[in-house]
T-cell receptor, first 118, second 115 residues
Framework: GAVVSQHPSRVICKSGTSVKIECRSL??????MFWYRQFPKKSLMLMAT?????????EQGVEKDKFLINHASLTLSTLTVTSAHPEDSSFYIC??????????????FGQGTRLTVV | DQQVKQNSPSLSVQEGRISILNCDYT??????FLWYKKYPAEGPTFLIS?????DKNEDGRFTVFLNKSAKHLSLHIVPSQPGDSAVYFC??????????????FGKGTKLSVIP
């Protein structure tokens, strides 16, 4: 099946530094990638939708200057958490969609990245 | 306003019995539904899906039922196995305001299968 690789799986960084998370679709072209954040005991919350070659669409309440998303190719999207603070510590997950629209639409997820800001 | 609701945060089932996980939604524009299984510290794994034009989809031990008039879907696992213990997310796919499709997730139900 389709594989989405997310890297790194875990990262610890100092407050004030920036962290980049990569999401790659390994065996298909992903025109759209999604970035989610999971808070403890809560559902995945969509942060932004990333379309190849265009600016990302951010959900309400997500700071676009803090969470920079780049989807430079059909197989790679990156999320950069800039000037990270302890409250940014969370589990970040990407997903990629190979086809647009139902009924043959499935989102394939990366393994997730556990970010800890100290 | 939560558009996809999983009202049971947890469920315990005896091994070999049936597990039924429920999901309700409010947005009539959703036209495709998916169930994901998630282990701790891992990304969700796709499990099974159903189009809104169907009312049942079966894959091995997993069956998803959709009642469109009630805006309700359920995931049945039979027989339940200890390895099924995980958090199950219901997700609905529909058009977003930005012109693309968007997945909306429920909060998840933690299933514990007791040996």
């Amino acid at each position: 099946g389709a594989v989405v690789s997310q890297h790194p799986s875990r990262v610890i960084c100092k407050s004030g530094t920036s962290v980049k998370i990569e999401c790659r679709s390994l065996d298909f072209q992903a025109t759209t990638m999604f970035w989610y954040r999971q808070f403890p005991k809560k559902s995945l919350m969509l942060m932004a939708t990333s379309n190849e070659g265009s600016k990302a669409t951010y959900e309400q309440g997500v700071e676009k200057d803090k969470f920079l998303i780049n989807h430079a190719s059909l197989t790679l999207s990156t999320l950069t958490v800039t000037s990270a603070h302890p409250e940014d510590s969370s589990f970040y997950i990407c997903s990629a969609r190979a086809l647009t629209g139902p009924p043959n639409t499935e989102a394939f997820f990366g393994q997730g990245t556990r970010l800890t800001v100290v | 306003d939560q558009q996809v609701k999983q009202n049971s945060p947890s469920l315990s089932v005896q091994e070999g019995r049936i597990s039924i996980l429920n999901c309700d939604y409010t947005n009539s524009m959703f036209d495709y539904f998916l169930w994901y299984k998630k282990y701790p510290a891992e990304g969700p794994t796709f499990l099974i899906s159903i189009s809104s034009i169907k009312d049942k989809n079966e894959d091995g031990r997993f069956t998803v039922f959709l009642n469109k008039s009630a805006k309700h879907l359920s995931l049945h696992i039979v027989p339940s196995q200890p390895g099924d213990s995980a958090v199950y997310f219901c997700a609905a796919l529909g058009p977003s305001g930005a012109g693309s499709y968007q997945l909306t997730f429920g909060k998840g139900t933690k299933l514990s299968v007791i040996p």
